[in-house]
């Protein structure tokens, strides 16, 4: 398509991060994880080695020293096979981003360049059987013993890429039971801490990401092990939600273009009644539309991703390129799943994945409908 609204240096990037998916990566992996629930370790070392983990690190830590619009493309690129592996590289880097804006000094020692190289992963824990979209109502309680130490005891859900191999946890939880908000903070808790339990679920989608449930009781977590200040783990999780929805728009747009991409090709190729299945109107106009929602879809998301990087408030125009890009997604691999038929039902076809993973999409990070909560506060008078 038509990508004038980038600049040369900004086409070239995303191209670059497209050929690596297709050269370095390849849609025949992803689906081999997704089938076997097997974390991409091998494709997430190749990234680590191109240096794109520290995209949006300063360069004085070691990064590259990209703004949110670098990540953004990127996240579009890592995205067109599917947001699950998308999920593996995105998750570990936006939560790692919390380092650099509110760690300590030792903590962006022991923590920054090990993630850059791919020696270490993030994720974060946000969600509980009883706080999901309402996260201050967090109970998993943090208090200190007469050493100092943190000790935790709760249970957290929805926690994703949480069981890959060294991988560190930012987790919401909560210092002080008197105060909603003032008394949550964030903890980094590498997840094999003693006493700590956490299972990959069987879900419908994130197969090779994984999300996971989290179980503590009584786990003891080192007291410099606090992100930012006691109290302060409101603020973070809303600036890190930010930047999370911004770059999953994005990678749901990447993997909505392949559904249309692809069921264009098969409408092409695909012969019935004598000529191909594109012949007939109904379904060009199917597509016609989905490839209009998609460009659309894009363009929310480079905006939000240009007020981001600008450090202009985007709240709102955040979550309408969140909104709108999950529910791109979903209405693209649902037409493909029509598209393509009976044979969309077979793994090989990849479009049952990308329809699996829609439904998530409009789910994980915020639900749509707090998406639109968010939207219309943004409207009153």
Known sequence: MDRNFLDEGQALWLETVNRFMDDEVTV????????????????????????????????????????????????????????????????????????????????????????????????????????????SNTATRARRDENGDWIVTGSKLWCSGAAANNTVIAMLVRTDADDKHGGLSILLIPNDTPGMVINKLPTLSRHATGTTEIFLDEVKVPGDAILGKEGQGWEIILAHLELERCSVACAYVGNAQTAVDKAVQYAHERIQFGRPIWDFQVLRHMLAERQTEVDAARLLCYRAARMAAAKIPCSREVSMAKLYGSETLKQCALTGMQVLGGHANLPEADMERYLRESVQSTIGGGTSQIQKTIISKSMRL
């Open 28 to 135: 025949e992996y992803i689906r081999k994880c997704d089938m076997n629930r097997d974390y991409p370790y091998e494709a997430y070392d190749k990234i680590a080695r191109q240096g794109w983990l520290g995209l949006l690190f300063k360069e004085e830590d070691g990064g590259a020293g990209g703004d949110i619009f670098d990540y953004t493309l990127m996240a579009e690129g890592l995205g067109k096979y599917g947001f699950d592996f998308a999920a593996a590289i995105l998750v570990p880097t936006f939560t790692a981003m919390n380092i650099q804006k509110y760690g300590s000094e030792e903590q962006k020692a022991q923590y920054i360049k090990p993630f850059i190289d791919g020696k270490i992963r993030f994720s974060v824990s946000i969600s509980e059987p009883g706080a999901g979209s309402d996260a």
